[in-house]
């Protein structure tokens, strides 16, 4: 596997980066995963986008131009000879010292990743997963941003490991309120009466790639998509549940907090927008 830093390409055991990088002692950086199917990045231009601006936000400059990047991510997947792969983008602060202070950070660092991923078994799509509501809550977005892809993914991480306690493989988390955000790395649906149901950004749910394809493909299907808060009531009492992420793409829920969804199975909807995402998947983004 050879793996892409600050314009070189690396074997892995050789991919290194000094224990001074401020990502590494502080999490301070951003990161994109991102999808390739057949020959084709997904929704590439989108996922830049993101970057760049979780870049402003965050006050970061990124060292290489939006085309530098793309050239990158496609000179490392065609190095490791990967049609279909898992890219992981990273950018650093960069190196500094054992400080806090950013400015002592002269230069951002690049780091790129292209793999295979599965997580979870063919089954699970076909019959399936079942969450848990964790006890750790999504941040508010007064104290930080989730529209940002952080690499201070504690939060997330807590979430995650409090689901492995659970027994199950993803949560849902919820705000202060009581409304659900999100998963520990996926956003979250819910239908009821044919509707589509997302919770909204502001509540501090990631702006996510695929939920955005999702929501695309629904209205295409004129199905009415409405982006509004809900609570376990809801989620409880849905005619269907799903996910969706870039690493997970979109899976079928069918119990909630040991309560079954409608029947116990994934939904007619789910399973068009499963069927319909698969469809788009190779088509819509950038060739390499």
């Known amino acids: 596997m050879k793996i892409w830093i600050d314009g070189k390409l690396y074997e892995k055991e050789d991919a290194k980066i ?46 290489v131009t939006k085309q530098e990047m793309k050239d990158a991510l496609k000179e490392t997947l065609k190095a490791n000879n990967l049609k279909d792969a898992y890219i992981r983008l990273v950018v650093t602060r960069g190196v500094g010292d054992l400080g806090l202070d950013p400015h002592k950070c002269k230069k951002g660092t690049v780091i790129i990743i ?11 799509y076909e019959k399936g997963m079942q969450l848990a509501t964790v006890p750790t809550q999504r941040f508010n977005v007064a104290s930080w941003n989730a529209r940002v892809k952080s690499l201070n993914y504690l939060n997330n991480i807590m979430a995650k490991l409090e689901g492995h306690q659970a ?20 956003n979250f649906f819910i239908v009821k009466d044919n509707k589509l149901f997302a919770p909204p950004q502001y509540l501090g749910a990631l702006c996510g790639i ?79």
């Open 18 to 63: 000094s224990v001074f990088d401020h990502g590494l002692l502080y999490g301070d950086g951003i990161f994109e995963g991102i999808r390739a199917y057949n020959g084709n990045i997904f929704r590439l231009d989108q996922h830049l986008n993101r970057l760049w601006d979780g870049a402003k936000f965050i006050l970061l400059d990124i060292p």
């Open 167 to 186: 027994g199950v493989p993803e949560v849902l988390m919820l705000d202060s309120n009581g409304y659900v955000v999100e998963c520990s790395a996926d």
């Open 114 to 124: 292209t793999s295979n991923i599965s997580l979870y078994p063919a089954e699970v």
């Open 210 to 288: 695929t939920r955005d394809a999702i929501i695309d493909l629904a209205k295409r299907r004129n199905i009415e998509v409405r982006e509004e808060v809900f609570t376990r009531f809801e989620v409880w009492t849905a005619d269907e549940c799903f996910l969706s992420g870039t690493a997970a793409e979109v899976l079928p829920v069918v119990k909630v907090d040991n309560r079954v969804i409608a029947d116990g199975m994934p939904g007619k909807m789910t399973k068009q927008l499963i069927s319909d995402f698969k469809a788009i998947a190779p088509i819509e983004g950038e060739k390499f």
